[in-house]
């Protein structure tokens, strides 16, 4: 099966980051420069599904063909649930930046110290943790008290 890829409309930017934690390849319109984003969510990345709460939107997607899944809940976790129905599993991946969705790689010691020292974090977290780094961000990720709390909120998810 090819993995599902998304594009999330203006009022979907949680649930984006989301589906990036989870290793989805997901872009966000509002990462774009363009007028009218209706027009470009119609015509543009139609390889991947379009996720949207505006029906109008939906509709026109329909009717033109597009990829496109209705969300209809405000919640991001019962629009998390919402997914589950179409395959989509989530889970922290540490795949993908959850800012720009670049694809994370380890950091060399000369870029975990220099984030680590611009953000003066502290230097054992070097040792202390496994880090992933995303290139174009200049971002470290590791799976400290954040990845704690969103363990714990995939876990309500599951209730
Ligand atoms: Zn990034």
Redesign the pocket.
């Known amino acids: 099966m090819v993995e599902m890829k998304f594009i999330c409309d203006r009022m979907l930017g949680k649930l984006a980051v989301w589906l990036r934690i989870s290793g989805y390849d997901t872009l966000y319109v509002g990462d774009f420069e363009t007028e009218n984003e209706d027009e470009f969510l119609l015509k543009n990345h139609t390889d991947r599904i379009l996720l949207t709460k505006d029906r109008t939107l939906f509709s026109k997607s329909k009717k033109v063909g597009r990829l496109v899944h209705l969300i209809t809940s405000n919640d991001v976790a019962d629009q998390m649930r919402e997914l589950l129905d179409i395959g989509v599993k989530f889970q922290i991946v540490m795949d993908r930046?959850s800012?720009?969705n670049?694809l994370l790689r380890k950091p060399s010691i000369e870029e975990a110290l220099a984030v680590i020292r611009e953000q003066n974090f502290g230097e054992d977290l070097l040792e202390k943790y496994e880090l992933w780094y995303?290139e174009?961000?200049k971002?470290l990720y590791w799976m400290g008290s954040h990845w704690v709390n969103m363990v714990r909120f995939l876990k309500k998810l599951e209730d």
């Open positions: 930046c800012v720009c670049e995303c174009k961000c971002k």
